[in-house]
C-alpha cells in the first residue's frame, strides 16, 4: 500500500505540530491503521535514533494466534504478548 508519506513527516516534531493545533502526520496514520481493525501493529522508524525502529501494537487488535516476543540479546528483559 502507498501512503503517500516521507521519512520527514514519519520522525518530524508531533509535539511542536500540537501545538500550533496541527495534527501530525504519524497521528494520522496511527488512527488510519488502528481504524481499519485488521492491523495489529505498525514498525515505524524511531525519530531519536534512525538506526532503529519502534513498534506501535494495538493490543487489543490482537488475534488469538497473534504473538509477540521481546528479543533481548542481554537477557534483561523477558516479556512476551498474550
Do not use: H
Amino acid at each position: 500500500m502507498v501512503l503517500g508519506t516521507n521519512l520527514q513527516e514519519l520522525t518530524g516534531n508531533w509535539l511542536l505540530m500540537n501545538a500550533q493545533g496541527q495534527i501530525a502526520p504519524t497521528q494520522i496514520l496511527g488512527e488510519t491503521a488502528y481504524n481499519l481493525q485488521n492491523i495489529e501493529a505498525l514498525k515505524v522508524p524511531s525519530a531519536r535514533d534512525p538506526n532503529t525502529y519502534n513498534l506501535v501494537i494495538f493490543p487489543d487488535r490482537l488475534t488469538n494466534n497473534s504473538l509477540l516476543r521481546v528479543y533481548d540479546d542481554s537477557g534483561t528483559i523477558n516479556a512476551q504478548l498474550p
